[in-house]
């Protein structure tokens, strides 16, 4: 019902930036929470940041004032802009919306992109 398409992923330099992006399709209007998940080697996948669709965002406190969640005019694409950039970011990253579906609340998955920051 929902389709997500991530790309912007990379190597970069400590204290540069990348921007990711997730391409939304499908039943898109029914997406309530549309965010990023990273997974880091050895350790659980963590939340980042999302977007609350009608009310705000939210970050993890690692990111936040590094990171910024936003959305195009359209609301079919979302991304992350990753400033200040640090070699304990290096995950791979998944876009993840849930959407509601009749009266239960779905999770859909992007592939996943690989940021690399080095030292």
């Known amino acids: 019902q929902v389709q997500l398409v991530e790309s912007g992923g990379g190597l970069v330099q400590a204290g540069g930036s990348l921007r990711l992006s997730c391409a939304a399709s499908?039943?898109?209007?029914?997406?309530?929470?549309i965010g990023w998940y990273r997974q880091a080697p050895g350790k659980q996948r963590e939340l980042v940041a999302s977007?609350?669709?009608?009310?705000?965002?939210k970050y993890d406190d690692a990111v936040e004032g590094r990171f910024t969640i936003s959305r195009d005019n359209a609301n079919n694409t979302v991304y992350l802009q990753m400033n200040s950039l640090k070699p304990e970011d290096t995950a791979v990253y998944y876009c993840?919306?849930?959407?509601?579906?009749?009266?239960?609340?779905?999770?859909?998955w992007g592939q996943g992109t690989q940021v690399t920051v080095s030292s």
């Open positions: 499908g039943r898109t209007e029914n997406i309530i929470v």
């Open positions: 977007i609350m669709s009608g009310r705000g965002t």
């Open positions: 993840n919306a849930e959407a509601r579906s009749s009266w239960y609340v779905n999770k859909y």
